[in-house]
C-alpha cells in the first residue's frame, strides 16, 4: 500500500495532470500539469471538491456519477471519447479533456486518480477537418461545373469513384449509376484513344494534365463535348485518384462548328457561281457541288442523281476519300425514294436497312442520309443525297436549309446544260439552213448556167472545144464550192481539230453526257487518210458510249508525235473482256490493222471503259 508521499513521488513527473480525490470527493493531490492545466496552486486545490472542476450547472450530474463510480470501481475512461468532457479552469474557461480513471489504496482508504489530457489542440484540429471536409464536400456536390475523382491506377477503364450533379445533369446520369461506370466507358469512340494516352501520362508523371477538349457520349446517345482539366492526388494510404474539372463547351463547338460549316457553304457557292459564268462542263460543276457537300457536312458520301428508264443513274459521285465511283451506278427505284420526288423540302431516312443497302452497292450505308429533289419549274430533275457516318451528329436545320440551296443551284446545273445544248442545236441547225441557201444560190445556178451553155453549143458546133473548155474550169470551181458547203456543214472545214470537235458536240447535243477533249501536239500534221480512220473511230466510240456505257463524263485525250494516240475514257458501266466481241471493236481493230497501229479496249481502274487507238502519223505507203 502506498502513502500518499510515496504516491507524489511516483506521478509528479507524468506528462498528463493527476488529480486523486477520496472516497468523499475531496480533492488529496495535484501534480504540477494539474496546476497548469486548472490554473490553481496545489495549495489552493487541495481539499476542495471535485465538483470545483466541473463546469458550472453539471457538479450534482457528477456527484451522482462519482457515487455510481464507487459502487464498482475499475480502471476506464470516464466517457467516451466522441463526448467531450470539458473541465473547468480557475479562469471560468472550459477546457476539452480526455480522463481515464483508475482506483487507488492509499493506506487504508481506497482512492480514485484521475489522469487528465488537454484536447483542446486535436479537438480544433479535428474541428478544423470536419469544416474543411463539410466546406469540400458541399462545394464538390454544389458545383456548377462537372466535377468527378477517377482511379488512375486502371488509365483504360479508370473507374468514377465519386461524381457530382452536374456531371449527372451534363450526362444524363444518376449519381449511382456514374460511379458504376468508367469514363471510357463515357467517352466518344473517336476520342478514347487520345484520353487513354493523356490519363496515361498523368498517372506515370502525376500532377495535372493540360486542357483536354473530347466529346462523351450522353445517356440518349447524344454528343457533349467538354473541356476537361484534372490534378493527380495522393491519397493518405498511398494510391492516388484524379480529381477532373469538365465544363460543358457543346453550345460553343456546335456554334464553332455552325459558322464552319456557313463559310464553307458561301467558298463553295462562289466556286460555283464562278465555274458556271466562266462555262465549265457540267460534269465539273456537279463534281464540284458533291465535293463541297462532303465538306460542308462532314459526310461520308454525296452523289446527284438522274432519273432514267429503270431508276436513278449516278451522274456526279464524291466521298471522303475522292470522287471514285461505285461500281453500282444505277439505283433502282423504291418506294421511299419515290416519295421524295413530289417532297418541296429534303428528307432525312434514319438507319438504311440491309436491303437499301444492297440496292446502293453500299454505299448509302450509314448513321443518317439526307435526300433533297431536284427541281426547276416544277419538273423534276432527280436527287441529290449526302450521307454521313455511324456515330455522326444528326441533320440540323441549317443542314437542311443548306440542301435546299444546294439543290435549286444543282437543278440550275442541269437546265442551264440543257438550255446550252439546245442553243448549240439551233445554231447548228441554223447554220445548216444558210449552207443550205449558199448551196441553192451558187452550186444549182452554177449547174443551170453549165448546161445552158451545153445547149447553145450544139447550135454552133465550131465553137464547141473552147466551150467544153470553159466549162470544165466552171465545173471545177462548182465543186470547189460543193466542197467548200460539204466541209461547212460538217462545221469543220479542211481543219481536222474542228472535224473532231464537231463529232465531239454532236454526241454532245444527241445525249446528256459531257464531252471533254484534249489534243496535244500538231494534229495538221497528220495524214488525212489516218485522220479520215480517227474521225470514224472517235464517232463510234462516242455512239457506244451513249449507247450502252450509262455514263456521266467521257475525256477525249489526243496526242500526236510519230505516232497519232487517242484514248476515250469514260466512267460509265464498265467492258466486260470475257463478253461476246462486238461489231464496234471489230472495226476499230479493222482501221487499225490497215495503218500499221493497234487497240485496245479496257476497263478502268475505277470503273467504266477505256478505248486506246494508236496509228502512225503518216503510214506506210
Known amino acids: ?41 496545489a495549495t489552493e486545490i487541495i481539499g476542495q471538491s471535485v465538483e470545483q472542476l466541473v463546469p458550472l450547472g453539471l457538479a450534482d450530474e457528477h456527484k451522482m456519477l462519482r457515487l455510481d463510480y464507487s459502487k464498482d470501481p475499475q480502471s476506464r475512461r470516464m466517457a467516451d471519447p466522441a463526448a467531450q468532457v470539458r473541465v473547468r479552469r480557475a479562469d471560468g474557461s472550459a477546457v476539452p479533456v480526455d480522463i481515464a480513471l483508475s482506483p487507488v489504496w492509499l493506506g487504508e482508504e481506497l482512492a480514485v486518480m484521475a489522469t487528465i489530457r488537454d484536447v483542446s489542440i486535436s479537438s480544433a484540429a479535428d474541428a478544423a477537418l470536419r469544416s474543411s471536409e463539410a466546406l469540400y464536400r458541399s462545394a464538390f456536390d454544389n458545383a456548377a461545373v462537372a466535377v468527378a475523382i477517377t482511379d488512375i491506377s486502371d488509365p483504360v477503364k479508370r473507374p468514377i469513384l465519386d461524381a457530382n450533379e452536374a456531371l449527372g445533369e451534363m450526362l444524363g446520369y444518376s449519381r449511382d449509376d456514374l460511379c458504376s461506370m468508367g469514363f471510357d466507358e463515357l467517352t466518344h ?81 462562289g466556286d460555283f457561281g464562278t465555274a458556271v459564268l466562266s462555262g465549265k462542263p457540267r460534269a465539273e460543276q456537279l463534281q464540284l457541288i458533291c465535293t463541297s457537300l462532303v ?3 462532314d459526310a461520308a458520301f454525296a452523289a446527284v442523281l438522274i432519273p432514267d428508264a429503270d431508276g436513278l443513274r449516278i451522274l456526279s459521285f464524291a466521298t471522303t476519300s475522292g470522287s471514285e ?30 436491303e437499301r443497302r444492297e440496292r ?42 443548306i440542301m435546299t440551296s444546294v439543290a435549286h443551284n444543282t437543278a440550275l446545273v442541269l437546265e442551264l446544260a440543257r438550255a446550252r445544248r439546245t442553243e448549240r442545236l439551233l445554231l447548228l441547225a441554223e447554220e445548216r439552213d444558210r449552207i443550205g441557201r449558199d448551196l441553192n444560190d451558187l452550186v444549182i445556178q452554177r449547174l443551170f448556167a453549165a448546161g445552158m451553155h451545153m445547149q447553145s453549143s450544139l447550135a454552133d458546133p465550131s465553137s464547141l472545144p473552147e466551150k467544153v473548155r470553159n466549162l470544165v474550169g466552171e465545173l471545177d470551181e462548182t465543186i470547189a464550192v460543193i466542197r467548200d458547203s460539204i466541209f461547212e456543214l460538217a462545221g469543220t472545214g479542211t481543219d481536222p481539230r474542228a472535224q473532231l470537235m464537231i463529232v465531239a458536240e454532236t454526241h454532245l447535243l444527241a445525249g446528256g453526257t459531257d464531252i471533254t477533249v484534249g489534243i496535244e501536239g500538231d494534229l495538221e500534221s497528220v495524214d488525212a487518210t489516218v485522220v479520215a480512220h480517227l474521225i470514224a473511230v472517235l464517232n463510234e466510240s462516242l455512239s457506244n458510249v451513249l449507247l450502252h456505257a450509262s455514263a456521266s463524263k467521257v475525256d477525249v485525250q489526243l496526242r500526236v508525235d510519230d505516232r497519232v494516240s487517242m484514248s476515250v475514257i469514260d466512267d460509265g458501266v464498265g467492258f466486260d473482256s470475257a463478253s461476246e466481241r462486238g461489231f464496234g471493236l471489230t472495226n476499230f481493230e479493222t482501221r487499225a490493222n ?22 502512225p502519223r503518216i503510214p506506210d505507203p
Open 189 to 269: 469512340p473517336d476520342d478514347r484513344l487520345a484520353s487513354r494516352l493523356a490519363a496515361e501520362d498523368r498517372a506515370r508523371a502525376g500532377g495535372s494534365i493540360s486542357r483536354l477538349e473530347k466529346r462523351y457520349i450522353h445517356a440518349d446517345g447524344s454528343t457533349v463535348w467538354g473541356a476537361l482539366q484534372a490534378v493527380v492526388i495522393e491519397r493518405a494510404d498511398g494510391g492516388r485518384v484524379s480529381l477532373a474539372q469538365i465544363i460543358d463547351i457543346t453550345r460553343r463547338v456546335r456554334a464553332e462548328y455552325d459558322r464552319d460549316r456557313r463559310e464553307r457553304f458561301l467558298r463553295m457557292l
Open 325 to 354: 465511283v461505285p461500281s453500282t451506278r444505277l439505283v433502282p427505284f423504291d418506294d421511299d425514294i419515290e416519295a421524295v420526288f413530289g417532297e418541296p423540302d429534303p428528307k432525312v431516312f434514319n438507319f438504311w436497312d440491309l
Open 295 to 297: 465538306q460542308i457536312h
Open 594 to 615: 490497215e495503218l500499221g497501229g493497234e487497240v485496245s479496249v479496257v476497263a478502268g481502274p475505277r470503273g467504266g471503259t477505256i478505248v486506246h487507238w494508236v496509228v
Open 1 to 41: 500500500m502506498l502513502s500518499i508521499s510515496d504516491f507524489s513521488q511516483f506521478v509528479s513527473a507524468a506528462p498528463d495532470a493527476v488529480v486523486v480525490v477520496d472516497s468523499t470527493g475531496c480533492i488529496i493531490f495535484v501534480n504540477d500539469q494539474a496546476e497548469r492545466l486548472f490554473g490553481y496552486s
Open 360 to 401: 446502293f452497292d453500299g454505299w448509302a450505308a450509314g448513321n443518317e442520309t439526307i435526300v433533297a429533289p431536284l427541281r426547276a419549274h416544277n419538273i423534276f430533275e432527280g436527287l441529290v443525297v449526302v450521307g454521313r457516318g455511324i456515330g455522326a451528329e444528326p441533320y440540323d436545320d441549317q443542314d437542311h436549309e
